[in-house]
C-alpha cells in the first residue's frame, strides 16, 4: 500500500465495485478487521469501505485531536476515491465521526447506525487523564485492560485467541495517535445538536456495556428524530465482535429498509435478529427545524468578550472538576474574583496564541516555585502533564528552578510535583 498522506486515511474496499458504498467506522484502539465477521454478509448488498484511525493498524502515525478533524480526513478519502452518498456505521468513536459527517454533511450520509455510541463520551477528565498514563507508561496498560472495557467476562475467558488479538491491537498503535484520539473524544460533545441529525439512524448497543452503555444509548434516541434503538443480549462494548450474528443482521436489516429517501423514514420497530435483541420503544416522530441562514456580520464584528473563550480554556488545561469545585465555592465575596481569573487570566493570557501549552505550563509551573505557591503548584503540575509535559521534563524545569529561585523553593516544589506525578502517572488496575 502507498504512503497515505496526512489529509486521507488508510481503507480498505470489499464487495462489488457497483454496490452502493457502506462506510464501517472503527474504535479507538481497533483497526478494520474488528468488523472481519460482518464482511461476507454485507457485501452481498453493499460496497463495504473500512479505515483506519491514524497511527492504528500500521496507518501513518499523523494524529488528529478533534472528531470534526477525522471526518474530515474521511470525506478527503472519500472525495479522492469518487464516493460521494454512502451509508455509515461507526462503533464508538467511529459512531461519534459518523454523528459529526451526519450534523456537518448531511448531503453525504443516506443512513447511518451508531454502535455502543454517546452524545458526550464520559468526561473530558477521564480521557484527558488516559492521555497522561500513555505518555508516562506507553501503551502497554491500556492494552492489558482492554479486554474489561471491550468483553464481557463470560466471552473474554472463552475466546482467549480473540482476547490476545485485542491487547496486541492496542500495542502495535502509535502512542501519540492514541493521546490524539483521546483528546478529540473528551473534546466531543453533540448533546444540544441531536435534534439536527436528520437521516434515519440505528442505535445499537450491548446489554452489558460499561463504558457506553444502553443509558447512552437512550439519549441519543431520545434525541434524534428518526432514530431506533436495538440492544444486544450478552454483548459489552465491542458488539461486533462478541455477538457478530445479531448485529450483522441488525446493520442488514437497518440498511436495507432505511436507505431509500421515498421510503417512509418514521420510527418502526426493527425485527428480532436470531438471538432476539431487545427493541425499546420507539421515540417520538418530529420534524426537523428549519435552520435559518445566519444573519449577515458587518466587518467591524465586536470584540467577544473573552469569558466563554476563558472558562473553555480553563477547563481543557485544569480539568472540569478542579473547575467546577473553585466555581462551586464561590459566593458573594469571591465570585468577581472567579470571574476576573476566568477572564483575563484564561481567556486574555492562555488563550493568546504566542505560546503553545506545553510552553505556558513551563512557564507557570516556574513562576509558582518563585513565589513559593505550593498548592497552585500542585493543580498546575497535573495541569502540565494534560498539555503534553512529561514527568522528566517537568523534573528539568524544577532543576532549573533550583539555580534561579533557591534550593528551598525547588526542594518543597519537588515534593509537591511527586506527589502529584504518582498520583496521575500510576495505572489504575
Not at 502507498?2 to 464501517?24: C, H, M, N, W
Not at 471491550?150 to 485485542?166: K, L, N, R, Y
Not at 441488525?250 to 432505511?258: D, I, N, P, Q, W
Request: aromatic share 6%.
Amino acid at each position: 500500500m502507498s504512503e497515505t498522506p496526512k489529509s486521507t486515511l488508510q481503507y480498505r474496499f470489499d464487495g462489488p465495485e457497483d454496490a452502493p458504498v457502506l462506510i464501517l467506522g472503527p474504535s479507538l484502539g481497533t483497526t478494520w478487521h474488528m468488523w472481519d465477521r460482518q464482511i461476507p454478509e454485507l457485501v452481498k448488498q453493499w460496497r463495504v469501505f473500512r479505515f483506519d484511525l491514524p497511527g492504528h493498524g500500521g496507518a501513518p502515525a499523523y494524529p488528529v485531536d478533534s472528531v470534526g478533524e477525522l471526518a474530515a480526513r474521511l470525506l478527503a478519502t472519500l472525495d479522492e476515491v469518487g464516493v460521494q452518498r454512502f451509508g455509515y456505521a461507526g462503533c464508538s468513536l467511529g459512531g461519534a465521526i459518523g454523528a459529526e459527517l451526519a450534523l456537518r454533511n448531511p448531503q453525504r450520509v443516506a443512513s447511518l447506525a451508531l454502535i455502543a455510541a454517546s452524545p458526550r463520551f464520559g468526561t473530558a477528565d477521564e480521557f484527558r487523564q488516559r492521555g497522561v498514563i500513555v505518555r508516562s507508561n506507553g501503551l502497554d496498560p491500556i492494552a492489558r485492560t482492554s479486554p474489561e472495557r471491550w468483553f464481557t467476562s463470560g466471552f473474554a475467558a472463552a475466546q482467549p485467541a480473540i482476547t490476545d488479538w485485542a491487547v496486541q491491537m492496542v500495542r502495535t498503535t502509535d502512542p501519540g495517535c492514541y493521546i490524539a484520539a483521546c483528546e478529540a473524544l473528551a473534546a466531543f460533545d453533540i448533546r444540544t445538536e441531536l435534534g439536527a441529525i436528520g437521516v434515519p439512524t440505528l442505535v445499537l448497543v450491548g446489554s452489558e456495556d460499561q463504558v457506553t452503555g444502553p443509558a447512552e444509548a437512550r439519549t441519543l434516541v431520545a434525541g434524534i428524530p428518526d432514530a431506533r434503538l436495538a440492544v444486544v443480549p450478552g454483548a459489552s462494548h465491542l458488539a461486533p465482535v462478541e455477538q457478530p450474528a445479531a448485529v450483522t443482521d441488525l446493520l442488514v436489516r437497518h440498511f436495507s429498509t432505511a436507505w431509500q429517501p421515498a421510503q417512509d423514514t418514521g420510527q418502526h420497530a426493527i425485527p428480532a435478529p436470531p438471538v432476539k435483541p431487545v427493541l425499546a420503544p420507539p421515540a417520538p416522530t418530529g420534524p426537523v427545524a428549519e435552520i435559518a441562514p445566519a444573519a449577515h456580520q458587518p466587518e467591524a464584528a465586536v470584540r467577544p468578550d473573552p469569558h466563554d473563550t476563558g472558562l473553555k480554556v480553563r477547563r481543557e488545561v485544569l480539568g472540569d472538576a478542579h473547575v467546577d469545585g473553585a466555581l462551586a465555592e464561590a459566593d458573594d465575596f469571591s465570585g468577581e474574583f472567579q470571574e476576573f481569573m476566568t477572564r483575563y487570566a484564561w481567556g486574555e493570557i492562555w488563550a493568546r496564541p504566542g505560546l503553545d501549552r506545553r510552553m505556558r505550563s513551563s512557564v507557570t509551573l516556574t513562576a509558582l516555585v518563585a513565589g513559593g505557591h505550593l498548592d497552585e503548584l500542585a493543580f498546575h503540575t497535573r495541569a502540565a502533564l494534560r498539555n503534553g509535559l512529561t514527568a522528566d521534563e517537568i523534573k528539568e524545569i524544577l532543576m532549573q528552578t533550583a539555580v534561579y529561585c533557591g534550593v528551598p523553593a525547588a526542594n518543597s516544589a519537588f515534593k509537591v510535583a511527586q506527589r502529584v506525578i504518582r498520583e496521575e502517572t500510576t495505572p489504575q488496575e
